[in-house]
């Protein structure tokens, strides 16, 4: 398995990659967007931070590609869309540089306060000027954080360290949270019009890009401090540069750029109450070290054993989780296969149905897994558990998942029904039993059957006549096809019976034709789980 590590991770991260048999690590940082297209062609994960743009058309030049690890939290440089279409796992890692980066927002608030860069600037220069550098305390002053997750939350917690009120305003944030973190949650007016110091952190979307803008600025207070070490475009540059240069903003930091790197003649630079980083954030040792082993490990994961941790376009199982829910994922894609090849092409919806213990489990996963399972013979592309809602709903397929609280004889139960374009549905019912939890069909299309879920099936509908297993039985053997597991149901005595019948081997064309023909047999469909 080739691996592209596209931007500088740490080298214990690359290291890691490297001590993986069957790894090859491929290092290639600061590549152009064509290097880049040259060097994914036979890849099968990308490692990056936040430089290499993984594009559409990256994604395009890379056939093989399972996974795109990203050491950081931002995947702004994923087109994370186009991965999901073609079924490539995008991943994180969201706490590694957390510390990092709330400190980089502290350091940018005490230069705020106090103009540190720019005195420590005219020391370098020769001068002595004590008179020019005055600044304010943050001591009783009143911080604004928007966005109040993991490092709103940190930056909180180093102000109420400093005697700082904190407000915070994230729809997200809920009470029980504010109440320990000791923040008094706002709206985003209050936030604009209490604070002193006000910091974001937040992604970039498109609920967040210009929040603070030309109107949100005039609800400030005069003379209030702005910080951004989350993503450029959260605080409008050109309003921010507007008020910077009236003084109603007394100073600003900012780690993130609308455009970055940061234009050389952007006015920025020129502004004297500005303290810029280079999108340090993430910059500490401690941090990239976390991050590059975290992201190392969660790539290795995925290519060797398939857990999938931190995605950010599919939900995670992590492993204890993955133990509880491995045999219903079993299941689940079984039954999904099994529903496709007893229904007509021309499906309008495909629904799930879960009962028991599965309905107090994270049963998304299980959904994913049965919609693969269906699509695994139909769709012309590979689908995983990425893209199989994305290929289903692309087909004209609608989903729908009930969980039912109703009496059940087995402990669990999952249907899988699909219903065709003129509303008559076909479904399996499918179960886990015993100690082993072994996979079971329990029904198919209304009628009880009971036969483990692998292998190669014969569904039959035959009429409820005596002699029926004998013929069917007759005509597998002398095809030369033994059984290996058989189930009979019917609903009422003389109209139409089902028969599971489990083989060791797949009959031959003229044998299944055979079948088929029977003038006693109503549907004949040969099943491969
Ligand atoms: N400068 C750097 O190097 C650096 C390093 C790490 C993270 N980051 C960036 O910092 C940001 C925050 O990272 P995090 O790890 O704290 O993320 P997080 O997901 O833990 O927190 C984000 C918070 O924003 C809130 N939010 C979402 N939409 C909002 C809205 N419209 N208004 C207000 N709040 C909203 C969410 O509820 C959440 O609490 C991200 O954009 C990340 O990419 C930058
Ligand atoms: O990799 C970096 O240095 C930046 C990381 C940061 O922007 C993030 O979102 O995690």
Request: proline share 4%.
């Amino acid at each position: 398995m080739k691996i592209l590590v596209a931007d500088k991770i740490s080298a214990k991260g690359v290291a890691y990659l490297r001590e993986q048999p069957g790894f090859e690590v491929v290092e290639a940082y600061g590549s152009s967007p064509e290097q880049v297209l040259e060097l994914v062609k036979d890849v099968h994960a990308i490692a990056v931070r936040s430089e290499t743009k993984i594009t559409r058309e990256v994604l395009d030049a890379a056939p093989e590609l399972k996974v795109v690890g990203r050491a950081g939290v931002g995947v702004d440089n994923v087109d994370v869309e186009a991965a999901t279409e073609r079924g490539v796992v995008v991943m994180n890692t969201p706490s590694g540089n957390t510390i990092a980066t709330a400190e980089l927002t502290f350091t940018h608030l005490l230069c705020g306060a106090r103009p540190v860069p720019q005195a420590a600037a005219t020391m370098k220069a020769g001068k002595w000027d004590r008179k020019a550098f005055a600044g304010v305390e943050l001591f009783h002053k009143t911080l604004g954080i928007v966005g109040m997750g993991r490092i709103g939350g940190e930056v909180a917690k180093r102000a109420k360290a400093f005697g700082m009120r904190v407000v915070a305003y994230d729809p997200y944030l809920a009470p029980s949270r504010a109440k320990a973190m000791q923040v008094e949650g706002v709206e985003l007016d209050t936030l604009l019009a209490e604070s002193d110091f006000i910091t974001v952190h937040m992604p970039l979307t498109d609920d967040t890009k210009y929040m603070i803008d030309e109107a949100a600025l005039e609800k400030c207070k005069s003379g209030v401090r702005l910080f951004n070490c989350a993503r450029g475009g959260i605080i409008k540059e050109t309003a921010l540069i507007a008020a910077l240069k009236t003084g109603h903003v007394a100073a600003a930091g900012l780690d993130v750029y609308e455009d970055e790197p940061l234009a050389v003649d952007s006015e920025l630079r020129s502004l004297p109450n500005v303290s810029l980083t280079p999108h340090l954030g993430a910059s500490t040792a401690e941090a990239q070290a976390a991050v590059g082993v975290e992201i190392a490990e969660q790539i290795t994961d995925v290519l060797k054993s398939g857990v999938i941790r931190n995605a950010v376009n599919m939900p995670s199982i992590d492993g204890a989780a993955l133990k509880v829910l491995g045999p219903y994922l079993d299941l689940g894609t079984k039954l999904g296969t099994l529903v496709q090849q007893i229904s007509p092409a021309q499906i309008a919806a495909l629904k799930i149905t879960y009962w028991g213990k599965i309905v107090d489990l994270d049963a998304n996963a299980v959904t994913r897994a049965i919609q693969r399972g269906f699509l695994r013979r139909i769709s012309a592309d590979d689908v995983n558990d990425v893209n199989a809602p994305f290929l289903l709903k692309s087909l004209g397929i609608e989903a729908e998942v009930t969980k039912s609280n109703s009496d059940s004889d087995y402990t669990d139960l999952i249907q899988v029904e699909v219903v065709d374009g003129e509303g008559t549905s076909h479904r399996a019912v499918g179960t886990l039993l015993g100690k082993a939890q072994q996979p079971r069909i329990v029904g198919i299309n209304g009628r009880e059957v009971e036969v483990a879920a692998e292998g190669k099936l014969l569904v039959l509908e035959n009429l409820d006549l005596p002699g029926m297993v004998g013929e069917i039985g007759t005509l597998l053997g002398r095809a030369g096809v033994n059984i290996a597991d058989m189930s009979l149901s019917r609903l009422v005595q003389g109209e139409t019976a089902y028969m599971v019948v489990r083989v060791d081997s797949e009959p031959k064309e003229a044998a299944r034709e055979e079948i088929k023909a029977h003038p006693k047999i109503k549907l004949a469909k040969f099943v491969q789980l």
